[in-house]
């Protein structure tokens, strides 16, 4: 009898146990379905080709993957006026690896972006062509008051709201552009774009950087230094710092490696740069111990490589010029800038109510 009762006693809560969770079932309401929207940006430069894929998330986006290669497009073209072969077979090879990515991600909307190299090259329109036919990719020159437009709509959001004013630069490997903006109801708003032709491999090219001497050095300075003067009176920017109302970001490799360098990094982490603040003391530092190395020594340091060792010092006279001109006495750094622009603008077009990503510092 005991073990009669005992087995329908089982029975019954195994019953009562099944109509419970046949009742959940019933009323289970699955969770929203994730978006698993990817999109893209291609930053082809003078320099860097580079990738950004990412997934929309609340104001901002999550990074999926990136990627970044030293291709030199416009290695001699300052001289030629063309793209040269070799110079046009390394980019289309690291096309190819963005174009894979672009697919394996299932990216859905992405923007091919080229700048200063491709607006000068005569052979533009060829190389673009062969672009297309072997990677895929339908690539875009943008001008350059394009190309400031998107470096201000993608590293704005590390600009301080309580300033009025803000002096925005991007320094490229063929040109700097230097923007002058000011606050909005929403944004940072452009008042005016001072695009100089000068960036790190025209300069690097132009001065033989890879060994240079304190006088060659100074020449750099002050050749970027003329171009200054008429864009600043213009604006009367010299009085809005002086009246306390003036920022300065920048957003390239220059500054990002300066920053590097300052903290004394032993690898390249961006979550402590985007969005660090230098004092000009800071850069002036950093600066000078890059300048004052050898091609070799700089080479050896972990955020620089031999890559980049001969084209951070004209990186560096360019960001001299710039300082010394507006004495705003810090800068804010940003690792992000056209590649951000793109994808947020991206985003946007498709309905998503993204602005940016604060800075991992904050």
Request: glycine share 8%.
């Amino acid at each position: 009898m005991y073990r009669n009762a005992k087995i329908k006693k089982n029975r019954a809560l195994d019953i009562r146990n099944n109509f419970s969770m046949q009742q959940k079932q019933r009323n289970y309401v699955p969770p929203p379905k994730q978006d698993l929207s990817m999109y893209g940006a291609v930053d082809l430069g003078t320099n860097n080709c580079r990738l950004l894929i990412a997934q929309p998330t609340g104001k901002g986006f999550r990074v999926i993957t990136s990627f970044s290669r030293v291709v030199r497009l416009g290695e001699g073209l300052l001289k030629s006026g063309y793209l040269n072969k070799q110079a046009m077979d390394r980019t289309i090879r690291a096309l190819r690896i963005c174009s894979d990515k672009l697919k394996t991600f299932n990216v859905i909307n992405f923007r091919s972006i080229a700048t200063e190299a491709c607006r000068q090259a005569q052979n533009c329109d060829e190389f673009f062509t062969k672009i297309k036919k072997e990677t895929g990719i339908q690539m875009e020159t943008v001008t350059s008051n394009e190309e400031a437009r998107l470096a201000l709509r993608g590293c704005q959001s590390l600009l301080n709201s309580t300033q009025p004013y803000a002096v925005v630069f991007d320094i490229g490997g063929g040109s700097t552009e230097i923007i002058w903006a000011k606050r909005g109801k929403k944004n940072f708003e452009i008042i005016d774009v001072l695009s100089l032709p000068y960036g790190v491999v025209t300069l690097a090219e132009e001065w033989m950087t890879s060994e240079i001497d304190s006088q060659a050095y100074e020449q750099m300075v002050q050749h970027v230094a003329t171009k200054l003067p008429t864009f600043c009176i213009k604006n009367s920017i010299k009085q809005r710092i002086k009246n306390k109302k003036v920022q300065m970001l920048g957003t390239s490799g220059t500054v990002t490696t300066l920053g590097a360098v300052h903290l004394n990094l032993n690898y390249y982490d961006r979550s402590l740069i985007d969005g660090l603040k230098l004092t000009f003391q800071d850069i002036e530092r950093a600066s000078k111990r890059l300048t004052k190395q050898s091609f070799q020594n700089r080479s050896e340091l972990p955020c620089i490589g031999n890559e980049r060792a001969d084209l951070v010092i004209p990186g560096c006279a360019i960001l001299e010029a710039i300082c010394k001109r507006w004495i705003v006495g810090e800068l804010s750094i940003a690792d992000r800038g056209l590649r951000e622009g793109m994808l947020l603008e991206l985003m946007v077009g498709d309905g998503i109510p993204v602005t940016g990503n604060p800075a991992k510092l904050t």
